[in-house]
């Protein structure tokens, strides 16, 4: 009301304020919200960069961030009112447009976060459906407590931002988005995306790990098991974790040691990412950035692969065709060195889809631009390439046969997507051959494959109706026997 008044509302915008509590849609956070938490994995919010939160609620966010090291400053017309409203490297509007009844109101909200940042607005929006069944409002639903909910789709939401702003939207998360003002933050952005993955360890990284005593030993050990070791098989694994980062990391440096790529694969490999970049690029609708605005290592990359950055665009655009024709994907499905293939799908475990071959990378990227990301264990591309769906497991690594928990299918041609939940089903669909999804370097592929080779002589998994939960245990029960942990034992014969 308050806020009303200050800003001199008229008074049926007055009425509907005294209707709405929008004050009440602030919780109380006790760790980063979802968007600022994927601004700082993309490295947009850092120690250098300024933030400012736009609408930043009981103000978690920004104390955090401070907490941190990074500057960061936040207003809002309920909660923090008397703080200015200042521009930042980074303006965070986190969940506020949404919460805002007035149509005119909510524009003027989104435009003037965006004129306060001066390198990129990081925008969200609620996208669940839990209101689908409460009171009608405005253009969006009234909850139980009085506050006013506008739940977008995706596609309204980037829909939206596209209009308002004039600009293209890079989704990064189901209701999150960011959009750039500045062309060299948007072109690293990219970048970080295109070449993460094996490629992007560093030669200097590699080289240390190869003299380091630790690491040799850690990488024998890996050549003696033909697979990386255990913890229990190689005790100082965390202190190898401890200077050489994640376990991950690791295994993605041991690769390159133990596979020692030749000269020219090593190049085509880079080019193939670099056309790849060029590729996604194009697909957001964007110019590719001067080369000048590219991180300094591809710009030398790009120098030393063609004869100028032109061709090597023109070579992008190309490569950028080849995904609408379904011979070529469905050929690169069944051609790809991992992953699980079935008649329709090719499924790969989300630690080696970045091992996939570039096409195919740039398939899911393009499923990632409709609905930006979304947690889950496994990627399914189907093999005429037209649908990518992620797919997330209850428990993927602890649980013998996991249950599906939800599915988001994005139908690539008209940038659209379904999600299925199964939470709440009685009988979800299972998995079964886990160690089919994930690659031989998983650190438990053995444990997986022990367990597929032991169902497998007991005839448990050439049965048709093992897909569901109900249908395994039914066959389980048949045979008398339980899976416990990655083991089938027998189930004691019930007493006559
Ligand atoms: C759901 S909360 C989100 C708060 C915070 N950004 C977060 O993510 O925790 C929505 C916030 O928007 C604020 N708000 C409502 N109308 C606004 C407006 N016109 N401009 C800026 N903020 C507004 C509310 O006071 C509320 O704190």
Same mark, same amino acid.
């Given at each position: 009301l308050l806020h009303c008044l200050l800003l001199d509302h008229p008074a049926e915008v007055f009425l509907k304020h005294a209707l709405v509590? *929008? #004050? *009440?849609t602030a919780i109380v956070r006790y760790q980063h919200s979802r968007p600022i938490a994927v601004a700082i994995s993309h490295g947009l919010i850092n120690p250098q960069s300024t933030v400012f939160d736009y /609408?930043? /609620? #009981? /103000?978690e966010d920004v104390r955090l961030l401070m907490e941190s090291g990074v500057s960061a400053a936040g207003w809002d017309p309920? #909660?923090?009112?008397s703080s200015s409203v200042r521009s930042a490297d980074v303006v965070n509007l986190g969940y506020v447009l949404n919460v805002i009844e007035d149509a005119e109101e909510r524009r003027n909200t989104l435009v003037a976060a965006y004129g306060l940042a001066s390198r990129v607005l990081v925008v969200s929006v609620r996208v669940d *459906? &839990?209101? =689908?069944t409460a009171a009608e409002y405005a253009d969006g639903k009234l909850t139980r407590v009085g506050t006013f909910q506008k739940i977008y789709t995706q596609e309204e939401f980037c829909g939206y931002l596209r209009d308002v702003l004039g600009r293209t939207p890079h989704v990064v998360g189901l209701g999150i988005a960011y959009i750039f003002k500045e062309a060299q933050a948007e072109a690293q952005y990219l970048a970080t995306l295109s070449f993460r993955g094996p490629q992007s360890i560093r030669q200097e990284a590699v080289e240390q790990f190869a003299s380091d005593p630790l690491a040799q030993r850690y990488l024998a050990r890996t050549r003696e098991l033909a697979r990386p070791p255990l913890g229990v098989e190689f005790p100082e694994l965390p202190t190898l974790i401890e200077h050489f980062g994640s376990l991950d990391r690791i295994r993605r440096i041991s690769e390159k040691l133990l596979n020692p790529a030749t000269m020219h694969e090593a190049q085509e490999s880079k080019r193939q990412n670099i056309l790849t970049y060029l590729a996604m690029i194009k697909l957001q609708g964007l110019h590719p950035p001067p080369v000048s605005a590219l991180p300094k290592d591809i710009q030398a990359d790009i120098k030393s692969l063609w004869h100028s950055y032109a061709e090597a665009i023109a070579e992008g655009n190309g490569f950028l065709f080849r995904l609408g024709s379904p011979e070529t994907v469905s050929k690169e499905c069944r051609a790809a060195p991992i992953g699980k293939k079935l008649p329709e799908d090719l499924y790969v475990h989300c630690s080696i889809v970045d091992q996939l071959p570039p096409l195919l990378r740039l398939l899911t990227f393009a499923a990632r631009q409709v609905i930006g990301e979304v947690d889950h264990d496994l990627v399914k591309i189907s093999m005429h390439g037209r649908s990518v769906s992620f797919l997330k497991y209850r428990d993927f690594e602890e649980v013998a046969h996991p249950e599906l928990e939800y599915s988001v299918r994005v139908f690539l041609p008209k940038a659209s997507y379904t999600v299925r939940n199964y939470s709440n089903s009685d009988n979800p669909p299972i998995l079964h051959r886990k160690e089919s999804f994930v690659g031989f370097l998983h650190p438990r592929y053995s444990e997986f494959e022990a367990l597929t080779k032991r169902e497998d002589e007991l005839g448990l998994? &050439? *049965? %048709? =109706?093992? /897909? %569901?939960r109900k249908g395994w245990l039914t066959v389980l029960s048949e045979r008398n026997l339980r899976v416990e942990g990655h083991d089938v034992l027998a189930d004691e014969k019930p007493a006559r």
């Open positions: 509590n *929008r #004050h *009440r /609408g930043c /609620g #009981h /103000g309920y #909660h923090n009112a *459906r &839990s209101l =689908d998994l &050439s *049965r %048709t =109706d093992i /897909g %569901t």
